[in-house]
């Protein structure tokens, strides 16, 4: 460094260099929006700031108003904001604070009215989602148990294996119910879902990224206890969305570049599954089911492809793309036509764009 400094800082371009950087660098950044009860949710950047801005809008493409901005929690800029899950009549968001970039998250809950934040917070969690209660009472996470190390006792112990607990809004997390623990195995870990209509609770084992194991709770019925959904083990299995008892399920069972099957909860035996979507030659990165169709993204000779199929597998067309890019992650509901999803290529930074599946 006291040799390449001083020549680096005396080259005559170096100031152009940055000029020009500083010009590519710095525009505003999107990221996906997230629609609950009406509102639309979304992470915003001027292109200078050190971390991204949750905005609320009430239409798609409004800049809104700004709900949290991380840039002023701490003068250095540290803290972002890691994950924010809106409640499902976007009246109370959900978020997690990373500090400093850790991978341990504060989660709180702030109204929407007023920007107020809720006194409930919850500790002892990273990586896995949480969910919202149909109702809006509480939530679902997953989190590691206390540390008993003192100078850890912030976070969990990250070599404890992870449970799913319910935290009713207004109680102390001391009182959080435990929901769902793994059984006959250390190495897997749950993170819990919920079905658009709120009936099930889809808990799904992490174990590595070849094969995963997904258990189901009935929560119209009070203790009911889990029941595997898919434990064999031999594969990927994604729950996609739902319809009644029906699930949509992504995987590479028997399809290595994968397929979406049907399977009916109540005779969930293989025998029984449906084939909606078949592997074809290209694969499957991800999958949706969005307004009552199913959204696929394929990679096609490098680039992506967004088909789209009814339920009975039905081809009804291809999401117009504006180039041969990437698409990234798609948001939607199962029961809203409203889709939207990332695009980027060589010619065009990330932009968002809007689709109607319908």
């Not at 709770?217 to 299995?237: S, T």
């Not at 798609?330 to 809007?354: K, W």
Request: overall charge neutral; proline content about 6%.
């Amino acid at each position: 460094n006291a040799l390449s400094k001083p020549w680096l800082e005396a080259l005559p371009q170096r100031e152009w260099i940055k000029n020009r950087l500083t010009k590519v660098w710095n525009y505003p950044h999107l990221g996906l929006p997230v629609k609950k009860g009406g509102k639309y949710f979304f992470l915003r950047s001027d292109g200078t700031q050190n971390q991204s801005v949750l905005h609320v809008a009430d239409a798609p493409g409004d800049v809104g108003r700004v709900l949290l901005d991380p840039n002023n929690v701490r003068g250095d800029a540290t803290v972002s904001l890691a994950r924010f899950v809106p409640s499902p009549d976007g009246t109370i968001v959900a978020y997690s604070l990373s500090d400093g970039g850790s991978d341990w998250e504060i989660w709180r809950f702030r109204r929407v009215a007023d920007g107020k934040d809720l006194p409930d917070e919850l500790r002892y969690s990273k990586f896995w989602e949480l969910c919202w209660a149909h109702d809006g009472s509480g939530v679902y996470y997953s989190r590691y148990r206390h540390s008993s190390s003192p100078a850890r006792a912030d976070k969990g112990d990250d070599q404890s294996q992870p449970a799913v607990y319910f935290h009713n809004l207004g109680s102390s997390q001391l009182g959080d119910q435990r929901i769902y623990r793994v059984r006959g195995s250390r190495s897997r870990a749950p993170s819990a879902g919920i079905t658009d209509d709120g009936r099930y609770l889809v808990v799904t084992l992490f174990d590595g990224y070849e094969v995963n194991g997904v258990d189901l709770i009935d929560l119209r019925r009070k203790k009911e206890r889990a029941v595997p959904l898919f434990a064999a083990w031999d594969a990927q299995y994604s729950v996609i969305g739902s319809t009644g008892d029906t699930f949509f399920v992504s995987t590479t069972q028997g399809a290595p570049r994968g397929r979406i099957i049907a399977v009916d909860v109540r005779t969930p035996r293989p025998e029984q599954w449906r084939t909606v979507v078949p592997e074809s030659q290209f694969a499957i990165q991800r999958a949706h089911f969005i307004g009552g169709r199913i959204v696929v993204n394929y990679v096609v000779d490098a680039h992506s492809v967004l088909k789209l199929y009814d339920t009975n597998g039905a081809p009804v067309g291809d999401a117009p793309l504006p180039g041969l890019g990437t698409v990234g992650d798609v948001s939607g509901q199962g029961d809203d036509p409203e889709a939207f999803f990332t695009y980027t290529d060589y010619m065009r930074p990330l932009q968002v764009e809007r689709l109607d599946v319908s």
